[in-house]
């Protein structure tokens, strides 16, 4: 299905993981250290990167920064680094998701298949759908069952920046200059509109189902159906 490369120096992890997602039809590359995550990035062009960020000779978020210089391969972060700073920081560096240690395979196999459908060369996606909520990029609808929502143009904003990415994180930061123009606006204004928009489009909004909080780093709409 897609070639991985993942960027891990902790050989109990691979030793699970590797066999895992070739059970899954993936064709798996190991890399224990950053020259060799950039190296083997370079010769192989792997679909997708799934890269720690405690190497031995750098750390994860320099070689994100590297492979940004010349590749558009999704990365997917996989880290024992729960701190929120640096989630955002490997995100702003260009990272398409983080997932921490431990996680359930389930889980990065779903954050997996999110990446590969928005892998350079796929068709940009025109519509997002996820259950009673789909989407309309060109037409600007939004559509909440068969009745059309009544978003302001902020909310709408908001909601098709995380449209487009749906699955994955988007950051406070992307979310500002989305809405506001702006990244350096004051982030209590982002909280009150994604407020908003969980009223009109969760049935209960203190239980989301479709639009969740990543707590000090962003927000992640659900994974789109089509």
């Known amino acids: ?18 066999p895992v997602l070739a059970a899954a039809g993936h064709h798996v590359t190991t890399a224990a250290s950053g020259a060799e995550a950039v190296r083997q990035a370079g010769l192989l062009l792997p679909d997708v990167i799934l890269l720690d960020l405690g190497l031995p000779d750098q750390d994860g978020k320099a070689v994100i920064r590297t492979l940004r210089i010349k590749h558009d391969v999704p990365i997917i972060v996989i880290s024992a680094r729960h701190q929120e700073g640096e989630k955002i920081a490997a995100l702003d560096e260009g990272a398409d998701d983080y997932v921490d240690k431990p996680f359930e395979i389930g889980e990065l196999m779903a954050r997996i298949r999110v990446v590969l459908r928005r892998k350079p060369g ?40 995380l449209a487009r990415n749906a699955g994955r994180v988007v950051t406070h930061k992307r979310l500002l200059a989305a809405g506001w123009g702006s990244d350096n606006a004051d982030t209590q204004y982002l909280r009150v509109y994604m407020g908003l928009l969980r009223q009109k489009i969760e049935a209960d909004p203190s239980d989301p189902k479709l639009l969740l909080t990543e707590p000090g780093v962003g927000y992640r709409i659900a994974p789109s159906e089509v």
């Open 1 to 18: 299905m897609a070639h991985i490369l993942l960027v891990d120096d902790e050989i109990a992890l691979t030793a699970v993981l590797r």
């Open 122 to 161: 796929a068709e940009a996606a025109t519509r997002y759908k996820s259950g009673p909520l789909s989407v309309d990029f060109e037409t600007r609808q939004a559509i909440l069952g068969a009745e059309a929502l009544k978003l302001s143009p902020k909310e709408y904003d908001l909601l098709l920046a």
